[in-house]
């Protein structure tokens, strides 16, 4: 769906490689997890912040089971 309306995506796995992929190029916005492997979303938007860039973001949570982790 996104490809037909002029957008393109990068998936990445965790959160050292969302890191690099938004330090190294200009995103429109980007998604978060808050529990990806070797770095939460919030600390790769706190360190992304701190690097002055002002990328839009969204945070998604997850559930197991039915709760809230």
Known sequence: MSQHNNYSVDAVYNGQDALDYIMADDYDGVILDIMMLK???????????????????????????????
């Open 39 to 69: 770095m939460d979303g919030i600390t790769v938007l706190k360190s992304v912040r701190r690097q002055g860039n002002k990328v839009f973001h969204c945070d998604t949570g997850c559930r197991w089971n039915g709760e809230s982790l």
